[in-house]
């Protein structure tokens, strides 16, 4: 008895095994622990501040602002864990009803985070986080406009 992977199945109920939605979401999940760990450095004194917050504070950002950082990185944390949930993965906490319309909050959220770090004065904003900010985007759009993926139960695994 081997058991496969949780694999998303299409909302059409024509039984297509989708692994691509569990995919979708380990890569968003792991573009956001990006932006939480770089949050993070910030908030301990990293002299990334160009990068950051439309670039006006080269080197170290100020202490308001590396408060800013870390409330920054809570929020990417929660991001990661909505769209594991999203995805189907057992190890996020998010109910599936929040998951659902936290993922679309995120889309928008990137949409204006996308737009700002292309207007930003900092060309690490907008050569950098812009298009890693639209790759993000775009994942958790495939994400928001798919069905959940479908955990099947052990014993329907069996019987494969």
């Known amino acids: 008895m081997t058991i496969k992977?949780?694999?998303?199945?299409?909302?059409?109920?024509a039984g297509t095994q989708r692994p691509v939605r569990r995919r979708t979401a380990a890569v968003a999940a792991l573009g956001f622990l990006i932006v939480v760990a770089f949050q993070l450095s910030l908030m301990l004194g990293a002299p990334f501040g160009e990068a950051a917050l439309g670039g006006a504070n080269p080197g170290q950002l100020?202490?308001?602002?590396r408060v800013v950082s870390g409330v920054s990185a809570a929020i990417w944390t929660f991001a990661t864990l909505i769209v594991l949930a999203r995805g189907g993965f057992a190890i996020s906490p998010v109910p599936r009803g929040l998951s659902r319309w936290?993922?679309?909050?995120?889309v928008g959220y990137l949409a204006i985070g996308v737009l700002m770090n292309l207007a930003s004065f900092s060309p690490w904003e907008r050569f950098g986080w812009a298009p890693f900010t639209l790759v993000l985007f775009v994942l958790t759009?495939?994400?928001?406009?798919?069905?959940?993926?479908r955990v099947p139960t052990a014993s329907a695994a069996a019987l494969r």
């Open 62 to 65: 100020p202490g308001e602002l």
């Open 102 to 106: 936290g993922t679309w909050v995120l």
């Open 141 to 149: 759009l495939v994400l928001a406009l798919g069905g959940f993926a």
């Open 5 to 13: 992977p949780t694999q998303g199945v299409d909302q059409r109920g």
